[in-house]
């Protein structure tokens, strides 16, 4: 493997310095003269961080690879900026088992532009009835910790109980999908007076707080931990920060579009809009970016969700929803955080680096750079702008609904244990080991 020198980067908390790699981990850092024959890349007026974790993608395979590939993911996912990715588990054949998660695996360590770290379903099929075979896949090669039937909620609390039970026996955590079915039946987008205006049946909020209250008290009795995907809602927050200051081991997720946009965007009846759970309120919206800077929502997630065009160029109502993410997450969290030239680089690698390693148990991730760690991290232009076009995205898809938009900051670099899968803003094509 060829020796890397970064040069002039500026490290999070360190100022500008030099990086050393050598076989995929950090050798040296400081000032660096020359280092025999290392590739340079010079980093002057880049901001180094720590490559980014996502807790939340779908990758879409095996079953529906015209959406998306384990391929194509992880290239949008270094374009991003993310060293490692979790795969949810609503493929076509659910990962339900140990054989499909190290399927996943494998494609994912084959393609070489992420890891992927694959997520159990906790219940067979994702149909909330009886509990996946989650000791085989914790104890598979895959050695899967997050578990999770994302796309639905695990809504029998018993069911729900008895997961939380056994993860706690090798310290897994259950990701969960906070919907009351019952609740949400024949809705198409949030409650309130846009879809009174629309007439579009409503989504309402407390179909996600009543989840989140009940799965608190259940991970205060179990003592184990639960993991809240995809929180949108101003309640939703104020729930986990009571529970947070009760000691409940919980965490919490909020996605790029909860970010930016509302309820509003649905107006113009575009699909690209409908996502699960939806858009909001603008005031949730404000609460959301404060609960992120403030640490009661713990990390930024994608929910990356690539669509086929059969599944979004249609009416609203029988549109998937769904939103790509990976390539523009960065982008939307600086905005929601106050922007560029109010960047504080260290709160962002926090949320979307640091934090969602460690509730992924990804050790070698999520590492700032220093002697001996591995070579995880991602090099961003904090002075740039780009133009979201989705036909020069790396995903199958094209469902993004930043499409048009000038967004801030460009991901210049991304390197996997001292490889480059991202050098000067474009990808890398030749990544495997």
């Known amino acids: 493997m060829t020796d890397l020198l970064i040069k002039s980067a500026d490290l999070v908390g360190r100022g500008r310095q030099d990086v050393l790699v050598r076989d995929g981990r950090v050798a040296e850092i400081g000032s660096i003269a020359k280092a025999g024959s290392a590739t340079v890349v010079d980093a002057d007026g880049l901001v180094l961080l720590p490559g980014l974790v996502d807790l939340h993608t779908h990758l879409r395979e095996p079953g529906r690879e015209d959406a998306e590939t384990v391929h194509s993911g992880t290239r949008a996912a270094a374009k991003g900026g993310y060293t490692a990715v979790c795969a949810m588990a609503n493929s076509y054949p659910v990962a339900d088992t140990a054989g499909v998660v190290e399927q996943v695996a494998a494609l994912g360590k084959a393609a070489g532009y992420a890891d992927v770290q694959p997520v159990g379903a906790v219940s067979v099929g994702l149909e909330g009835r009886q509990l996946a075979e989650i000791g085989a896949m914790a104890r598979s090669a895959a050695a899967v910790r997050m578990f999770s039937d994302d796309g639905h909620c695990v809504s ?113 009846y575009d699909p690209v809009y409908k996502v699960n759970p939806p858009l909001r309120r603008e005031a949730d919206v404000a609460v959301l970016r404060g609960a992120l800077a403030e640490g009661v929502i713990d990390a930024v997630a994608t929910d990356h969700a690539p669509h086929a065009p059969q599944d979004k160029d249609c009416e609203w109502a029988a549109a998937r929803p769904g939103m790509l993410g990976l390539e523009t997450a960065l982008s939307i969290t600086v905005l929601a955080l106050g922007g560029p030239a109010e960047a504080d680089w260290d ?78 803003g474009k990808i890398a094509e030749e990544t495997t080991e």
């Not at 999908?177 to 198409?188: F, M, N, S, V, Y």
């Not at 104020?238 to 509302?262: F, M, Q, S, W």
Request: with cysteine; charged share 20%; hydrophobic share 40%.
């Open 347 to 424: 709160t962002i690698a926090e949320r979307t680096s640091r934090t969602p390693a460690r509730i992924a148990g990804l050790e070698a991730h999520g590492r700032d750079p220093k002697p001996g760690t591995e070579a995880n991290f991602t090099l961003v232009d904090p002075a740039a702008t780009w133009t979201v076009v989705p036909g020069e995205l790396a995903s199958l898809s094209r469902n993004t609904p930043y499409a048009g938009m000038e967004l801030p900051v460009t991901v210049q670099a991304t390197f996997l244990r001292g490889r480059a899968t991202v050098l000067n």
């Open 156 to 268: 029998d609390p018993i069911l729900m109980r008895r997961a939380l039970e056994y993860v706690k026996t090798f310290g897994g955590l259950i990701a969960q999908h906070a919907e009351e079915p019952r609740l949400t039946e024949g809705a198409q987008m949030n409650e309130g007076a846009v879809s009174a205006e629309l007439g579009l049946p409503g989504w309402p909020a407390v179909a996600e707080e009543a989840i989140i209250a009940r799965d608190v008290l259940l991970a205060e009795y179990t003592g184990a931990r639960v993991h809240f995907c995809h929180v949108s809602t101003a309640r939703s927050v104020d729930i986990i920060r009571e529970a947070k200051a009760r000691g409940a081991n919980v965490t919490a997720e909020v996605c790029p579009h909860h970010l930016l946009l509302t309820d509003e965007a649905a107006r113009t």
